[in-house]
């Protein structure tokens, strides 16, 4: 088959173009493609093979076209219509999966029906030069029923696909808002082009449309609706796009309308100025016939014949003479020239006309591949002009698209993600005063804007964080205090239920050991005998002496061990325990005459288990005198007397009673000065400002040093206030630790020397005395400043 490209082979070839490229766009983004937009696939490929189809039947003249136009042409765009219809369901949301489903079983089976219908009428139908398409197909007009129906399924069978696609999408479109609902307007607007297309298409079959228009109408209309869908489908935020490419899309397709639009002028001058030249034949050929030129000199025509006498004027083809009778029966053309066959071969299809001369009847046949080779080349050259035009499009793209409107746009969208990842200060560069410079200036005017609003809400969220946390110290202080409060609560109604108990039996081990002691160890000493005296001493001498090394110790203790086994002692082992617990680690010569009788080393050991008892009977007081002070501290730290029970008291003798009273007991190297300006009362209760001032000085002198201790007591007196002052010259309190020394139970003492509530119950009385309680320390000195107020203010 040589081809012979006509007037539709342009417009197709156009259109499988832009539908073959949009296919392979949508193809290599698949994996990105919502599963709904992958349906997109099959349509642009069933109208790209379609668009072939189309092609191939108007670039051949040969009956193969024939199988191309009802085996390919026909199933293509059925495929088209059941694929795209199920694409319109799952538009944008699959609101009828039901209704979809269903639909895509019947219009499969409606689509196959009508397939097989067609292809059966097909071997029923002859196959004939269609001199409306100028290309072969079968035989499109019969009165046989079958025949007509096989001609008509696919066009009905696509009207009702289309019909029933149209209602899912006008229901589609009432439940949508927005972008959603504008989209499927436009998808609404592609598939009713098709079904135009469809409905047309079933005219012409019934001959109410003429061929040329139909045709003309088909490739123009379809790259339009081929153009609408892709754009649509750009246009959705789920399916990954250019601009460029919407861009090329619609560059194209304007390139492929105007081209088509230019082509279709041109092909009408075209057919008219042949129409004109054949014309001029004819006239030529008639003037020549009516001079009585028998045989005329003719340019164009092979075929001139006298149908009236049945003889031929012209015949280059060896035309048979029988065949004139059946060219009787053809309806004459005066006007024009029409397309005839002789035969089924291309080389039997003419442009025919008639005319009378000299009274008789003339048939003029002036050869159809003439004009298709004309056309065929005028095609060619249209063709290449597409190519050419989309690849200096494509070739231009950079300078006339990606200068001023992708470079730009994608500066901008630049400068967005670096706006969303956090960059305040970026900025895009206008480098136009178009629509896009206009874009870029706002959004610098933006940024700037944000920047400003930013660094304000930065700045009232700092103020509000430094806000919060201060109301959060607040309210933890508040806490602190409520739980403070809730602990004393608690303790002082622990105190109150337990100390009596704790108290009753104190006071039973105090009388034991007092009974004890004075039941043991009453006898005066006086009434000792010489001996007992005399062990007395051995013990006394070596109570304060110091303890050897360990490793003479050893050696000592075993020396000590050996004597007494000499002296026949029982268990000289435990004696010699004991002696070195009373740092008696040997037994001096003056005292050796005592070992010497059974009856001193008898008294030896009296008077020595004496002095271990005594000794733990010390330990056993001490630990009651511990737990009574802990009772007493828990009790007064949570129950303070009632006001009415305060008295005048004056604030100089309760120092000095104190100062008095301990004065034996603290260490004899501290020095205490004690200096008074008059004597200021206050109103309180005694018992609780003496323990204030045992706390006070208590502690300082404990932080005194060994050497040199020197502690400060003043006494002075304001208007309305009594100021007393206590500073030693001990190592100070740490300065982390100063805000916490009035926190109950907090103490640096080690483990059971203190009950960290000292400091606690001396502030307690101090704030329930109406005064204040001060602290400053450093390395070398510390003050604690009371202040009370006086009786009289």
């Not at 809400?457 to 964080?465: A, H, M, S, V, Y």
């Not at 050991?605 to 828990?634: C, D, M, P, W, Y």
């Amino acid at each position: 088959m040589v081809p012979s490209l006509n007037l539709y082979s342009f417009f197709y070839f156009g259109l499988s173009l832009v539908s073959g490229i949009a296919y392979i766009y949508f193809r290599s983004r698949k994996e990105e493609l919502t599963p709904s937009f992958r349906g997109l696939l099959i349509p642009l490929l069933s109208l790209f093979f379609w668009s072939i189809a189309w092609s191939v039947c108007n670039s051949f003249l040969s009956p193969l076209t024939a199988y191309v136009f009802v085996f390919l042409k026909n199933p293509a765009i059925l495929l088209l219509g059941v694929t795209t219809s199920n694409l319109a369901f799952c538009f944008q949301k699959d609101l009828f999966p039901k209704w979809r489903l269903r639909s895509f079983q019947i219009q499969s089976s409606i689509a196959i029906f009508a397939g097989v219908i067609n292809a059966i009428g097909f071997f029923q139908r002859r196959i004939l030069f269609d001199p409306k398409m100028e290309f072969y197909v079968p035989e499109q007009s019969s009165p046989n029923l079958w025949i007509r129906l096989s001609i008509l399924s696919i066009a009905i069978a696509l009207c009702i696909i289309l019909i029933n696609t149209l209602i899912s999408l006008f229901m589609k479109y009432k439940r949508l808002e927005g972008i959603q609902k504008k989209a499927t307007a436009g998808f609404i607007v592609a598939i009713f082009g098709i079904l135009t297309l469809a409905f047309a298409d079933i005219l012409v079959d019934l001959n109410y449309v003429s061929k040329p228009t139909y045709l003309f109408i088909l490739t123009n209309l379809t790259i339009i609706i081929m153009t609408i869908l892709v754009l649509v489908s750009l246009n959705q935020e789920t399916v990954p796009s250019s601009v460029g490419f919407k861009i090329m899309t619609f560059n194209l397709t304007i390139l492929y309308l105007i081209l088509s639009i230019v082509a279709n002028f041109l092909f009408n001058r075209f057919r008219i100025d042949i129409q004109n030249e054949m014309s001029r034949e004819k006239h030529n050929i008639k003037t020549q016939l009516e001079l009585g030129n028998v045989y005329p000199f003719v340019y164009l025509t092979d075929l001139v014949i006298d149908m009236q006498e049945n003889n031929f004027r012209i015949n280059k083809i060896s035309f048979p003479i029988n065949d004139i009778q059946k060219l009787k029966n053809r309806i004459p053309s005066y006007e024009e020239f029409k397309v005839e066959t002789f035969s089924n071969l291309p080389s039997g299809i003419y442009w025919t006309s008639d005319f009378y001369a000299k009274n008789h009847h003339f048939l003029i046949a002036i050869p159809y591949l003439e004009y298709r080779h004309k056309v065929h080349q005028t095609v060619v050259w249209l063709i290449i002009t597409l190519l050419f035009s989309i690849f200096t499009i494509f070739m231009l793209y950079p300078v006339l698209h990606k200068t001023s409107i992708v470079y730009p746009l994608t500066r901008l969208l630049s400068g967005i993600r670096r706006m969303q990842s956090g960059d305040l200060f970026v900025s895009v560069e206008v480098t136009s005063k178009d629509e896009i410079g206009e874009l870029s200036k706002s959004f610098n005017d933006m940024i700037s804007i944000v920047r400003e609003a930013r660094f304000q809400l930065e700045q009232k969220i700092e103020e509000r964080t430094v806000s919060l946390n201060n109301t959060i110290l607040e309210l933890r202080d508040t806490q602190e205090q409520l739980l403070h409060a809730e602990r004393m609560s608690t303790l002082g109604k622990i105190a109150a239920s337990v100390a009596h108990e704790i108290n009753n039996p104190l006071a039973a081990i105090k009388g034991s050991i007092q009974f004890i002691r004075d039941s043991q160890f009453s006898e005066e000493k006086e009434s000792l005998s010489n001996l007992e005296i005399q062990a007395d001493q051995l013990i006394a001498e070596f109570k304060n002496q110091k303890r050897s090394e360990v490793t003479s110790r050893f050696k000592r203790k075993r020396e000590l061990t050996q004597f007494f086994r000499a002296k026949q002692i029982p268990d000289p082992v435990s004696l010699a325990d004991t002696c070195f617990d009373f740092h008696i680690e040997t037994i001096p010569d003056e005292y050796l005459h005592l070992f010497e009788t059974h009856e001193g080393r008898e008294m030896f050991q009296t008077r020595l288990n004496e002095h271990v008892v005594r000794f733990h009977l010390g330990i056993i007081e001490t630990a009651v005198e511990r737990a009574s002070k802990i009772v007493f501290a828990l009790k007064h730290h949570s129950y303070s007397g009632p006001k009415e029970n305060q008295k005048i008291l004056s604030i100089k003798e309760g120092m000095e009673s104190v100062l008095s009273m301990y004065s034996k007991s603290w260490k004899p190297h501290v020095e205490i000065d004690w200096v008074h300006e008059g004597d200021p009362l206050v109103f309180g209760h005694a018992d609780e400002l003496i323990q204030v001032w045992t706390n006070l000085i208590y502690n300082s002198f404990q932080a005194c040093p060994s050497e040199n201790g020197r502690i400060q007591i003043s006494l002075q007196q304001s208007q309305t206030n009594a100021i007393i002052q206590i500073e030693d010259n001990g190592k100070g309190i740490p300065p982390e630790i100063l805000p916490r020394i009035f926190e109950p139970f907090f103490t640096t003492k080690e483990l059971g020397m203190g009950t960290g509530l000292g400091l606690s119950i001396v502030q307690k009385i101090i704030e329930n005395h109406n005064g204040t309680l001060s602290v400053e320390s450093q390395p070398g000195k510390t003050l604690f400043t009371i202040t009370l107020p006086l009786a009289n203010s």
